[in-house]
T-cell receptor, first 112, second 115 residues
Framework: DAKTTQPNSMESNEEEPVHLPCNHSTISGTDYIHWYRQLPSQGPEYVIHGLTSNVNNRMASLAIAEDRKSSTLILHRATLRDAAVYYCILRPQGNRDDKIIFGKGTRLHILP | ETGVTQTPRHLVMGMTNKKSLKCEQHLGHNAMYWYKQSAKKPLELMFVYNFKEQTENNSVPSRFSPECPNSSHLFLHLHTLQPEDSALYLC??????????????FGPGTRLTVL
């Protein structure tokens, strides 16, 4: 099963950009890279996903390495409300096993 | 209502009780999922239903019994649970299963405590 590795925790100052890394060296050519975050006492929330090209949406940007073995979630201007656990997972496209394996994620602390 | 809703939000039950968790999605999705999140452990996928058919059962004990009467509703029937089953149970939905381009939408979860 394709897995991801992320740092256990990171810290950032409020109103500064945050770069959250994810390694997925065993990624398959048809695996999408998804990012979710989980705020305290809530269910996970979708953030962004991509396949090969970098992606932007209102919440964040996703930078995908050329070899697709790593990716970075970018929060352009962190706020206190961005303090959460961020998960990077792989999801296959097509008729392959989709085990949806969540790791421990990265706990992001935002300093005021 | 929009999104994914779960009831109850909190549940306390004894080991001999029978209870059910309910999930409803108002997104027109065809795939629904049950996850378990124990303290200090990653989310664990329990069951997947795609177009009302169960497609995944990740070695979940039989004391957990899922039911999907239609694409909008998902139940998790609980009986003779153990204290180690205490956890946050999350429901999610997506347009279809095995479609990596589709994101999942999660409900707020049911916090279950087994005494």
């Amino acid at each position: 099963d394709a897995k991801t590795t992320q740092p256990n925790s990171m810290e950032s100052n409020e109103e500064e950009p945050v770069h959250l890394p994810c390694n997925h060296s065993t990624i398959s050519g048809t695996d999408y890279i998804h990012w979710y975050r989980q705020l305290p006492s809530q269910g996970p929330e979708y953030v962004i996903h991509g396949l090969t090209s970098n992606v932007n949406n209102r919440m964040a940007s996703l930078a995908i390495a050329e070899d697709r073995k790593s990716s970075t979630l970018i929060l352009h201007r962190a706020t206190l409300r961005d303090a959460a656990v961020y998960y990077c997972i792989l999801r296959p496209q097509g008729n392959r096993d989709d085990k949806i394996i969540f790791g421990k994620g990265t706990r992001l602390h935002i300093l005021p | 209502e929009t999104g994914v809703t779960q009831t109850p939000r909190h549940l306390v039950m004894g080991m001999t009780n029978k209870k059910s968790l309910k999930c409803e999605q108002h997104l027109g999705h065809n795939a629904m999922y049950w996850y378990k999140q124990s303290a200090k452990k990653p989310l664990e996928l329990m069951f997947v239903y795609n177009f009302k058919e169960q497609t995944e059962n990740n070695s979940v004990p039989s004391r957990f019994s899922p039911e999907c009467p239609n694409s909008s509703h998902l139940f998790l029937h609980l009986h003779t649970l153990q204290p180690e089953d205490s956890a946050l149970y999350l429901c999610a939905s997506s347009q279809e299963w095995r479609q990596g381009r589709n994101e999942q939408f999660f409900g707020p979860g049911t916090r279950l405590t087994v005494l």
